[in-house]
């Protein structure tokens, strides 16, 4: 099945591709290899939700966050490449949490983007993972994440 398949299936409709808030682009593509600039949680232009994990945010909004910021790439990922058709597999996730002091559940905020990913691409959405907690994100948001993608001809 396709992304564009599974999208529809899971009621999932892809936004515009958010504008770079910084002198950066939002994809480069080097070879097979498509490497995505770290993305936030934005819907309608704005953050889902503020602050620090586990004292502002709760670890359930946090998780929409993620969601909602795997969504955020694939819309970047069509715009970058005019679609979803040449996208091959998800290779690395990278996130950042802004968490609260003594907040130790990186990862599992992080599991709602990789099992969105597994979700809309069977095997191919697994990939390697790095969950990493920090004082502060962008425009105070919660979660930040970057991705590289395999894609094809």
Same mark, same amino acid.
């Given at each position: 099945?396709?992304?564009? /398949?599974?999208?529809? =299936? ?6 515009? @591709?958010?504008?770079?808030l910084?002198?950066?682009?939002? &994809?480069?593509?080097v070879? /097979?290899?498509?490497? *995505? ?11 889902? @939700?503020?602050g ?7 670890v359930? @909004?946090?998780?929409?966050a993620?969601r909602?910021?795997?969504? /955020?790439? *694939?819309a970047?990922?069509?715009? &970058? ?5 040449t996208? =091959?597999? &998800?290779?690395? *996730?990278?996130?950042y +949490?802004s968490?609260?002091?003594?907040f130790f559940?990186?990862?599992?905020v992080?599991?709602? @983007? ?7 691409m069977?095997?191919?959405? =697994?990939?390697t993972?790095?969950? +990493?907690? +920090?004082?502060? *994100?962008p425009?105070?948001s919660?979660?930040?994440?970057d ?5 094809g001809?």
């Open positions: 099945m396709s992304i564009d /398949n599974e999208l529809g =299936r899971l009621g999932i409709e892809l936004p515009q @591709a958010s504008q770079p910084g002198s950066y682009v939002p &994809c480069v593509q070879g /097979n290899l498509l490497f *995505l600039s770290g993305l936030l949680p934005l819907r309608e232009g704005k953050i889902l @939700a503020e620090r994990v586990d004292s502002e945010v709760s359930e @909004a946090a998780k929409e993620a909602q910021t795997v969504i /955020n790439a *694939l970047a990922i069509h715009r &970058c490449l005019g679609g979803l058709d996208l =091959r597999r &998800c290779v690395r *996730l990278t996130g +949490v968490s609260a002091p003594g559940r990186q990862p599992e992080l599991n709602a @983007a990789s099992d969105l990913l597994y979700e809309l069977g095997e191919h959405g =697994r990939h993972r790095v969950a +990493v907690g +920090v004082q502060a *994100l425009l105070n919660p979660i930040e994440i991705f590289i993608f395999e894609v001809t």
